[in-house]
């Protein structure tokens, strides 16, 4: 179907990835229309040409006539949409998001969904400190990872179309894994960092220390700047993973203080061996 | 002294750091001499023009006609050295370090040191996560930080001229902290963040994930790759401070995690939009 540039595209939540996948899309030749809150937004995106046509409200016409809809949306505000608006979807269309967690919200959406229109989840793994469509990118996921989470549910073509679209949106690599492994891996690659960061960014009042911050300090607190709504939600949605991914990196931390404690040259050393020759893998390629 | 290009500069230990200072500073017309482990650095160095003699014996004549000697060797390496060669040094020397830890050397070193000699301990702070004279540059310095660590015992001349060192280096802060606040600061700054990262790296061994990492994680784990040589004898000189450091960081974060099992979003949020303000005092100016 995404090949099909005949067919119409509807961004629900025109914000920075939104945006991203309109301005994308929209040089294929696709027809894309937004749904979202500012007007501000849609007169950016139509002015800039990333979209055909937008509105601010739950325009009938404009859900109707989409064959595929990208939710780009907070998790609950995603599932109180699709609650409220479904009746609108045009009969086989297909619906697929953005969200990063997975299990909370594949399950409950596609129980309630219609059965003559198929969600297949996504998560597209880019981001930036900046928000709003105004910094969204035609370049944004070079180099990154779109993760499809397809279940039982899903039929091979939709779950075909989404890793098309993976593509067409120029994602370096685009793999499948179920929610329970994406929401695992999440816990631990993005949400436990996040975790670790904004602890970092808090822990210490001490003043005038940005005077003295190096390249290490920054890297590690480069993600300390954070959407609290969303992400406060995303770990919430997470919290039994999330938790036993934190309860793991204190083991592991509580582990090093003892042996500096105990001046364990020897420990350290080879944990910090072990480090070193784990990270060699996650080089980017 | 600094600028009288007539003097001759010692460096021992010609490594990234070391062979980063001898790069710059022969460009002002310097003489430059290097005392280091390994032959090869030295015929490199000498190739590349980066120094006009070295050797890798304890020559008395190089280290005699040295009016600056900088020393970029491992903590306990550096004390011994000074011990068993100050002998050789020039009367009105003048030595500086590039040592990471400040305490533990600096009062060390000016209590043995010949009284004709002086010592103002420096910190150069940057790095990499590569090693070698091989790897060295002359812009390694630009947007970092050098730290200048004097003492009752230390000249305002020689102060002066460690400062000048460090301009001339090309950082672009230098700036002047006791001892004491060095330590401190780079607790946090620098050894907590390297004990965060190589916790974050060998907490977890699950397979494959390096499939799936995003900027995130890459970015949290950078220093990652560390050398487990010289960072275990930093922490170690560094410990009573550091394990305060690591007290801290677990404190908060384990008020994160409660936060997370009792579902207190608010709390959450505070503390996220609390490093989201601190996060932005910390960009690049």
Redesign the interface.
């Given at each position: 179907m995404i090949v099909d540039v005949s067919k119409k595209i509807l961004i629900v939540g025109l914000g920075l990835l939104g945006g991203s996948y309109a301005r994308i899309l929209k040089r294929f030749g696709f027809h894309i229309s937004a749904i979202t809150k500012e007007q501000s937004s849609i007169d950016y995106a139509i002015k800039e040409n990333i979209i055909d046509e937008g509105s601010t409200e739950i325009d009938e016409k404009i859900i109707g006539e989409a064959d595929l809809i990208i939710f780009a949306l907070y998790p609950h505000v995603f599932v109180e949409w699709i609650e409220q608006n479904q009746s609108m979807f045009k009969s086989g269309a297909l619906i697929t998001d953005v969200t990063g967690v997975k299990r909370s919200i594949v399950y409950q959406i596609q129980d309630m969904l219609r059965p003559d229109v198929e969600f297949v989840a996504a998560h597209p793994?880019?981001g930036r400190e900046v928000s709003g469509v105004e910094n969204s990118t035609d370049k944004m996921f070079v180099g990154?990872?779109y993760?499809v989470t397809p279940t039982d549910k899903n039929t091979p073509e939709a779950i075909q179309t989404c890793i098309e679209l993976g593509r067409l949106l120029g994602f370096s690599?685009v793999?499948t894994?179920s929610p329970e492994e994406h929401d695992?891996?999440?816990g631990?690659?993005?949400q436990?960092?996040?975790?670790?960061?904004?602890?970092?960014?808090?822990?210490?009042d001490?003043e005038n220390?940005?005077?003295?911050?190096?390249d290490?300090?920054?890297?590690?607190?480069?993600?300390?700047?954070?959407?609290?709504?969303m992400?406060?939600?995303l770990?919430?949605a997470n919290?039994d993973v999330?938790?036993q991914?934190?309860?793991?990196?204190?083991?592991?931390?509580?582990e090093?203080?003892e042996m500096?404690?105990k001046?364990d040259?020897d420990g350290?050393?080879?944990?910090?061996?072990?480090?070193?020759e784990?990270?060699?893998?996650?080089d980017?390629k």
């Open positions: 793994m880019a990154a990872n993760i690599n793999t894994l695992e891996m999440i631990f690659l993005s436990l960092t996040h975790c670790i960061a904004v602890t970092l960014m808090t822990c210490n001490k220390m940005e005077k003295f911050t190096g290490s300090f920054r890297d590690l607190t480069r993600i300390a700047r954070i959407n609290d709504i992400w406060s939600e770990f919430i919290k999330l938790i991914q934190m309860n793991m990196f204190m083991d592991k931390f509580a090093l203080k500096l404690e001046d040259v350290m050393r080879k944990m910090m061996r072990r480090s070193t784990r990270r060699a893998l996650f980017k």
